[in-house]
């Protein structure tokens, strides 16, 4: 019980944390623009051109879609591996004060004696995470392949012919 409390704190707090990363990103990215936005304005007020880096729209490039579809991918890759040690690590069969908290629980709660002796001898786990979980980890490794696959398609269409 104690490991399964604290292992949904730690997940609580990733989750936590990487949503003050995006938030926090998303607000950077926004006072950015933001300040490009009154500089560009500063510049037309005074009636002088707008500088090139201001003005002139970036130049397209497949090479960050190549970064992103690797981000992605080992992140999948990193996530099923984690989730898959998870719950291969909660297979073991429960301690003897766990089964003998368990029978007390059950003494408490009114069963009959046969039962209490079967929860105290009982070594198969219990509450624990299934394999399938890992399986979660095919979604953002199926994103990072799509940027993959993108990539090499734009990175091909981009290049002339020889």
């Known amino acids: 019980m104690r490991t399964e409390g604290a292992l949904a704190m ?3 707090a990733l989750i936590l944390v990487a ?16 300040l490009q936005h009154k500089e560009r304005l500063a510049a037309l007020e005074k009636g002088m051109q707008l500088p090139e880096s201001i ?13 992103k ?17 998870i719950s291969v690590s909660m297979d073991r069969p429960p301690s003897v004060e766990e ?5 007390r629980n059950l003494r408490n709660m009114g069963a009959s004696e046969e039962e209490i002796r079967r929860v105290e001898n009982d070594p198969t786990p219990q509450d624990r995470m ?10 953002p490794i ?3 392949m799509a940027y993959l696959i993108y990539y090499r398609v734009e990175s091909k269409n981009a290049q002339p012919p020889r």
């Open 10 to 12: 730690i997940v609580t």
């Open 19 to 34: 949503g003050a990363v995006v938030i926090w990103s998303l607000m950077l990215r926004y006072r950015r623009r933001e």
């Open 55 to 67: 003005g002139a729209p970036p130049e397209w490039s497949a090479r960050p879609y190549l970064l």
């Open 69 to 85: 579809g690797m981000m992605w991918l080992f992140g999948g890759i990193a996530l099923a591996v984690f989730l898959a040690g």
């Open 99 to 103: 089964r003998l908290r368990r029978a």
């Open 130 to 139: 299934t394999e399938a979980m890992a399986l979660l980890g095919l979604v």
């Open 142 to 144: 199926g994103v990072g």
